[in-house]
């Protein structure tokens, strides 16, 4: 599952994640600063990766957490969880078209929609695509916000519609209890890590499930029924477990959690 330069194979801590972490900055550091060094150094990191032939990643996360005589599992698309982030950069770097900057170009963009429609057809047919998408924990949200961000920057709208009408309501209902508790991340040992990173993937879930279309639900204020959560009740929920030192200056992601303020 190791992705070395050119072997055409997504993986996280040796692949994605060192792309993640420089293409985001250095977009936002061009967006507001102005220096097109920034955006010409975010542009040519994106074209490496997805672009050129000789260094181009293939569009699939067959590789990724693959288990020694079994394959991939389905947690694989975990390492691709961010890759929204890197459409919202490389949106503001499609900005620069109309001022003729040549930081993406048209073929840039034509080649990288090109990409993104041959990831989400595996994203929805492979067996790990459809393993992910098909749960009941987290990956199942991280999964069904992903593809519905691809769904949009393809210019594919029917599919975006698809995946928030079939995913997001179920999501929200299975994965929250009466009182908005994660219960399946609660009793980790990281699992304020978890928790905090699920209320923002349950907001991402809502506001883009309603951007893709699935209209006449406001999925930010949505609930089931009585027995079941909503993203309101999850943020009360956990909100005080951040405002106990949690995330007091000085904490350091180990330090809180440990937090003596989370109980689970």
């Known amino acids: 599952g190791y992705n070395w330069p050119g072997s055409g194979h ?4 040796q692949g994605s994640d060192p792309l993640f972490n420089a293409v985001v900055p250095l977009s936002l550091a061009w967006y507001y600063t102005g220096y097109q060094v920034y955006g010409a150094k975010a542009a040519a990191l994106l074209r490496t990766w997805f672009l050129m032939p000789a260094t181009a990643m293939n569009p699939n996360l067959e590789h990724a957490n693959t288990i020694p005589g079994v394959g991939p599992e389905t947690g694989g698309v975990v390492d691709f969880a ?18 003729a900057l040549g930081l993406w170009t048209v073929a840039d963009r034509v080649g990288m929609r090109d990409w993104v429609k041959r990831m989400l057809q595996w994203w929805v047919t492979s067996r790990p695509g459809v393993g992910a998408m098909g749960g009941d924990r987290n990956i199942a949200m991280t999964a069904s916000i992903t593809a519905m961000s691809m769904a949009l920057y393809s210019e594919q709208p029917s599919t975006a519609h698809a995946i928030a009408a079939n995913q997001s309501q179920r999501l929200i209902s299975v994965l929250l209890d ?14 304020f890590m978890y928790c905090s990173a699920d209320m923002v993937d349950l907001m991402d ?9 699935l209209t006449g639900v406001d999925l930010l204020h949505w609930r089931q029924n009585a027995s079941s959560g ?3 009740l999850a943020l009360e929920w956990f909100l005080p477990y951040c405002s106990k030192g949690c995330t007091a200056a000085g904490h350091t992601v180990q330090q809180q959690r440990q937090c003596s303020a989370w109980p689970y």
Do not use: Q, W, Y
């Open 10 to 13: 997504l993986d996280r801590g």
């Open 82 to 99: 961010r890759f929204p982030r890197i459409l919202d950069c490389i949106r503001l770097l499609e900005a620069t078209e109309p001022n």
């Open 178 to 191: 009466a009182n908005g508790r994660v219960i399946a991340d609660m009793n980790r040992p990281d699992g």
């Open 205 to 213: 879930l809502a506001v883009i499930s309603n951007h893709a279309g």
């Open 230 to 232: 909503s993203v309101p």
